[in-house]
Every structure is written in structure tokens, then in C-alpha cells.
């Protein structure tokens, strides 16, 4: 069974950071491609970014580029987030999702490519 759990939410005011982890447990945490999505309060589940398997490709929405960071260590079987430059839209639970797959350069954008998923982390950013 494989289990995600998230933690690095907060409270952060308008132009600050947070780095959210993402650690994995019950597989080999190199046979996944990781995501992070985003639910806000009465909105979908979005996606905000990927990396693939072998972590030399990333993908991210269009709403976070240049701000937002996606990055794996998988000696240590933790994905991050590394936000900056954050924005009252960006508030909302993130949650990460990993995605079995044996080809390294694979990246999944939309939620239903994935086969696990993290309970989420809050993060509020305060204007």
C-alpha cells in the first residue's frame, strides 16, 4: 500500500514562501511520476505542477510558472514544492499525487492519470 503524506502548509503573507514535502512510503518512491493539485473553497481539484520519474522533466500551470518550484530527492522518497512569491489566489489545500510508470520522462498533468494521493496540506496566503 502507498501512502503520500504532505506538510509545509501554512499561514503566509502576500510575496512570502513555503516549501511544501511530499514523502512517499510502501513502494519504490523512483517508480513514480509526482504531481501537486490544489482544491480552493468551492473550486475543483487544479494541477499546479509535475516532475517525472527520473526527475529531469518538470510541467507546471501556467498560473504558478516562475514562481512555483517542483523538485524529488529519491534517495530520501520526498517530492517538494517550493513556492515564492505567493498570492491570496493561491490559497488552497495542495495535495501530491504519484503515478506508477517504468518510462523516466513521463510527466501526468490531469488528476485521474494518478494512482495515489496525499490527504492535502493547507496553505493560506493573507493579503
Known amino acids: 500500500q502507498v501512502q503520500l503524506v504532505e506538510s509545509g502548509g501554512g499561514l503566509v503573507q502576500a510575496g512570502g514562501s513555503l516549501r511544501l514535502s511530499c514523502a512517499i512510503s510502501?513502494?519504490?518512491?523512483?517508480?513514480?511520476?509526482m504531481g501537486w493539485f490544489r482544491q480552493a473553497p468551492g473550486k475543483e481539484r487544479e494541477f499546479v505542477a509535475a516532475?517525472?520519474?527520473?526527475?529531469?522533466?518538470?510541467y507546471y500551470d501556467d498560473s504558478v510558472k516562475g514562481r512555483f518550484t517542483i523538485s524529488r530527492d529519491n534517495d530520501k522518497n520526498t517530492a517538494y514544492l517550493q513556492m515564492t512569491s505567493l498570492k491570496p489566489g493561491d490559497t488552497a489545500v495542495y495535495s501530491c499525487?504519484?503515478?506508477?510508470?517504468?518510462?523516466?520522462?513521463?510527466?501526468?498533468?490531469?488528476?485521474?492519470?494518478?494512482?495515489?494521493w496525499g490527504q492535502g496540506t493547507q496553505v493560506t496566503v493573507s493579503s
Open positions: 499525487a504519484a503515478r506508477k510508470t517504468i518510462i523516466p520522462s513521463l510527466l501526468f498533468q490531469i488528476r485521474t492519470e494518478y494512482d495515489y
Open positions: 510502501g513502494r519504490t518512491f523512483s517508480g513514480y511520476g
Open positions: 516532475i517525472s520519474l527520473d526527475g529531469r522533466s518538470t
